[in-house]
């Protein structure tokens, strides 16, 4: 960074969800490395403060999910909107990194606006996606403009997001190609299977919170993952699971897998087991990763483990299977069963950012002397999203309302109380309240809803 800016570097991330907090606390880590970042071994950073602030919602980390993300910060809290907002306003970061819903990052930076206007310096403002696009680009991608920095995580997606943003008539300049910043570990060893218990080497089954949506799919997903267990009693099948009942990620998960295999009963082999933890440390001990549409199938591809997007329910959008197509990858239980192996195709991994081959290292380069050449700026320009009140008249209200916010984005009456002005009583009062409706909501989403669902097909 810059004279301008005096070390350590100030660095501030907002996050939503679990894997929201993990993309934006380690993009922060890559962006402004600091000497002490294992992910930036050897790198010339000098200090850097980051701290880290999460979105009160119904996806806010719990302190197991952040345990299993793994990231140290200087600081970590719980905001609303407008306290992050006035935090932003009274602290003076270097760089803001919005790891939001697109709706979430829209809320921020007309907040930010609001705040800031007639300011002379400003932070920088980054944002991004957490993983693989494959659905709503367009409204997506509107709703993140307006940021300093719009990160893509492959050729791929920073060609379709200067389309989209060109397309609307606006700049496509903020678009920066990088790669997912959790990528990394040690490349696949064959060889390395042969001392553990299990010769036949470890199949992982990567599961999502909300794919498939339904109990037939997912009971059917989990009942071939365990005839695979059985068909090989020399392999360990594990199936990777994203949250304990109760926990919500990114997407809400109405149908827990945990819950699923209860109703197998005391019948599963010996090899098979459900597993928790941080997907890199499961891959430490992979051999195959098999999944619908994970990001975990990116990781997988990185480490050059052999990986299958399965083809079982169909390759379809609402799967986000068809984002795979030309990846070679494409594969069904019965030809895993079979003894098949996926082989990548290498043009497509490169365009995916995938970079098995090395380069990896040199991924952030661009988005890091970016976002350090910006940081270094006398003044940026105010912050101008493409929605406004002219351009989005019927829709940008709702999206700022929903976050406390009013069309010109000031906070709304009663929106603005700051935690530091709530009494300890009040407060207890408040989290308690709090907590019950999360449990309310919770319950509504994983007992009440499927029961509804299965009311209306009869």
Known sequence: MSSRIKSPVRVAVLADSDTRWKWGALTAQRLVPDSSDSTEAGSAGSGRRLDGYLLRGRATPTVRQLAEVGVRTDSLREVTGIEFIRSMDRERYDVIVLSLVGGGVQAMLHGLAHAWEGATRRPVIVTGYVGVVYEKLADGLLLR?????VLANSRHDADRFREVYTGVGTSGDSVTECALPFLGGARYDEKARQARKYPGGTVVFAVQPSVPDNRAD??????????????????EVVVKLRSKPG???THIEELPYQKLIAKFGDG?????????GNMGEVLDTTDLLVTISSTAALESLHRSIPTAILTDLGIREPLGNHHFLGSGCLASWDELDAGYRPEPDPEWLARQGV????????????????????????ALPALAPYYTRATAPGYLPRILQRYGFEPDGSPRPGAAVDEAEVSGLRRAVRNT????ARGAYRHGVQRVAPVIRRMGEL
């Open 355 to 378: 970079a098995a081959d090395g380069s990896y290292e040199t991924a952030f380069d661009t988005a890091r002397h970016k976002v350090s050449a910006l940081a270094a700026a006398v």
């Open 218 to 235: 997912r009971t059917y997903l989990l009942r071939r993952a365990v005839d695979h267990a059985r068909r090989h009693p020399d392999r």
């Open 247 to 249: 926990e919500h990620t």
């Open 145 to 149: 403009h307006g940021a300093d920095v």
């Open 433 to 436: 309240m709090r907590d019950a």
């Open 268 to 276: 599963l082999p010996p090899n098979f087991r459900l597993a928790y």
